[in-house]
């Protein structure tokens, strides 16, 4: 097997045990398990809390002491034992600890398979920029496959409508998008993919603790030092504040189509029945997105790839804003999730390649954990607790529903002022003169 398809699969599967539950999982909880938003909110927050230490500390790991491809197989296969734990777990105390601890090994793996991605890659005299997004964009794939296989089986029953009896037994095993199978679904790809990564070609620590060493390169702290540089400085920055919109996305998106089920007239809308399966369009669109990447950075740079992201970002929002489940309406909730995919990857990624081609070899592995750590760890609950604030106090009503015209539209105006702060405030002058194979990013 070719190392190209190796890591496909990687990617593939990296992204197929998350997309498996994450979009149901406010659904799973409210819906199928009955608990109150009290007992069940803070379970939102356990992606962002083991982002803000677990990546950056499993970089160092990966940095220092052990190989990479291994510590990422032993993440995989403890995630996969959680999810196990999850599939049989009724109370919601338990289950946001359990939940905790899952996401603790899982969040390093998304930096980990970028940095694994690139050594060998480059190990293998691969150009980087061009060859890893046609690889990473089978993560994406991945994705959307495991919504579509959770969220499609849900109706799975129906198919015995048409004589095919397959579609009921399916459906008897894995119940539907918010049964709690789908974590068993999960786990088992997970610790398969766990396994899977012993078998990679071997991603050694970059470099031994040296004679002399300072305490905070003994202890792998020395990726720090990037907050000292102004201009990675601001890039993490903002990096945490675009991780707080993309929260706001991953938390409130399938919530937001399900609603119109309390409107009479859209109740039976396939806004409502399919929500995650048009919430996977977004998923779709970043395919494309994904491959445009390196035209992109060559050609405009990364500060305005950024800015090109953050204004998908306020249209992202904006057309939610003004969506419905019928007539223009319904081409704006379209819209919306076929922008999102060029305002998830001119960030995510482009980010991640931002930091793979501008940092030392040395500390990649702990710089792209400082990466996750600002955008899924400080900016995820920074967009969870202040977004929770904002709806709960001014935008709910007395009824319960939520106002979700004004809640989009104020989340429109937060990505259109973080967009013309980015624009004044982050300098970056691109040479695409001065391109050289397999670094398309000036510093």
């Known amino acids: 097997m070719n190392l190209k398809l190796r890591l496909t699969i990687l990617s593939f599967l990296q992204f197929f045990v998350w997309g498996a539950w994450l979009t149901t999982l406010g659904t799973y909880g409210f819906s199928y398990k009955q608990w109150s938003g009290a007992e069940f909110g803070a379970v939102f927050s356990t992606l962002g809390i083991a982002s803000i230490f677990m990546p950056a500390l499993m970089g160092i790991i990966a940095d220092k002491w052990i190989n990479a491809e291994k510590l990422y197989g032993i993440l995989h296969i403890l995630y996969g034992i959680t999810l196990f734990l999850l599939a049989k777990t009724d109370d919601p105390i338990t289950f946001f600890w359990i939940l905790l601890v899952g996401m603790c090994f899982f969040m390093p793996t998304l930096s980990l398979s970028n940095s694994i991605s690139y050594k060998l890659l480059k190990d293998s005299h691969y150009d980087v920029v061009k060859v890893f997004p046609p690889i990473r964009v089978w993560g994406t794939i991945g994705f959307i496959v495991a919504m579509w296989t959770t969220n499609f089986l849900s109706d799975a029953k129906s198919f015995s409508n048409l004589g095919i009896d397959i579609g009921t037994q399916i459906a008897d095993f894995l119940g539907n998008s918010i049964n709690a199978n789908q974590f068993y679904f999960a786990g088992i790809f997970a610790v398969f993919l766990g396994i899977f990564a012993f078998f990679l070609p071997k991603c050694p620590p970059p470099r031994l603790i040296k004679e002399g060493a300072s305490f905070a390169e003994k202890l792998g702290l020395d990726a720090f030092k990037l907050f000292a540089d102004r201009k990675m ?5 903002f990096s945490m504040f675009l991780g707080a919109a993309l929260q706001l996305t991953n938390m409130y998106g399938d919530t937001y189509l399900k609603d119109f089920g309390n409107i009479a007239a859209f109740k039976d809308s396939a806004v409502v029945h399919y929500s995650t399966m048009i919430i996977s369009i977004s998923q779709i669109s970043e395919t494309l997105f994904i491959l445009a990447i390196p035209f992109f950075l060559y050609k405009f740079g990364i500060k305005k790839v950024m800015l090109i992201s953050m204004i998908a970002w306020v249209l992202r929002f904006g057309f939610f804003s003004f ?26 990624i482009s980010g991640s390649l931002f ?12 710089a792209q954990g400082l990466f996750m750590m600002m955008t899924n760890g400080f900016g995820a609950i920074l967009g969870s607790y202040v977004s929770g604030w904002l709806i709960s106090s001014f935008f709910t009503e007395q009824s319960g529903n939520k106002m979700w015209h004004e809640i989009w539209f104020v989340f429109a105006v937060y990505a259109l002022i973080i967009a013309l702060l980015f624009a004044v405030m982050f300098k ?16």
């Open 233 to 237: 400085a601001l890039f993490f920055f």
């Open 323 to 348: 969506g419905s489940p019928e007539g223009f309406g319904l081409i704006l909730i379209i819209l919306s999730n076929i922008i999102y995919g060029m305002a998830f990857d001119f960030f995510n």
């Open 355 to 366: 930091i793979e081609t501008t940092t030392d070899s040395k500390i990649r592995s702990s």
């Open 428 to 443: 970056h002058k691109h040479h695409p003169e001065d391109v050289t194979e397999g670094a398309v990013l000036n510093h």
